[in-house]
């Protein structure tokens, strides 16, 4: 049974370019979660979903980000025109219930913004 | 809200050292307990968990208790190895959504 993937692993992108960021979850697993580390720090949840749904995106800045997961393919986090604030490495977990379940979690993807 | 704090680090220990990594949160009710380890460059992998007050989780030689009392959570390991060097986060599973401490950089010298 394949883990969680996640690519790319590794994304550049200038200031003002958009990035997206892609998450298959586990087989059989219909919960999605993104998390952010900034460099030295520990993961702040951004938000959670299932299919076609947003569960709860309390940890999402306001501007520029967004995120869905459709019902064919993967999870997709969206950042428009990024900048240098926007480096860091994003994790995608997901759970085959609901959140009350342990999360398992991708390589992540590390984001990189000149 | 939810939140977790870990001891500070970094942390250096020799090979074969008694290992204590503190751990405490804050939350309503009683949530469930985790501890993740980062190896460079790599995602999160669970190493234990506990899911009610007086439970044990141990992995690897790993172990951390949930202390209902004191809302502690604290990893031990009786004798690292090399091979343990990593970031440690405990973390605790709230409102469907999991809150991690700041990390503990752990480095076992041989």
């Known amino acids: ?114 | 809200g939810d939140s977790v704090t870990q001891m500070e680090g970094p942390v250096t220990l020799s090979e074969e050292a008694f290992l204590t990594i503190n751990c405490t949160y804050t939350a309503t009710g009683y949530p469930s307990l985790f501890w993740y380890v980062q190896y460079p460059g790599e995602g999160l992998q669970l190493l234990l968990k506990a899911t009610k007050a007086d439970d044990k989780g141990s992995n690897k030689g790993f172990e951390a208790t949930y202390r209902k009392e004191t809302t502690s959570f604290h990893l031990e390991k009786g004798s690292v190895q090399v091979s343990d060097s990593a970031v440690y986060f405990c973390a605790l599973l709230g409102a469907q959504k999991l809150v991690f401490g700041q990390g503990t950089r752990l480095t076992i010298n041989p």
């Open chain 1, 1 to 114: 049974n394949a883990g969680v993937m996640q690519n790319p692993r590794h994304l550049v992108r200038r200031r003002g370019q958009e990035a997206r960021l892609r998450c298959s979850p586990m087989k059989g697993h219909s919960h999605v979660y993104w998390y952010r580390q900034l460099p030295e720090e520990g993961l702040k949840f951004m938000v959670y979903l299932q299919k076609e749904n947003i569960i709860d995106e309390s940890g999402m800045p306001k501007e520029r980000f967004s995120a869905e997961f459709p019902k064919e393919g993967p999870s997709i986090l969206r950042i428009q025109q990024v900048v240098r604030g926007d480096s860091a490495a994003y994790f995608c977990a997901s759970s085959p219930i609901d959140g009350s379940y342990e999360q398992y979690f991708g390589p992540g993807t590390r984001l990189t913004v000149t």
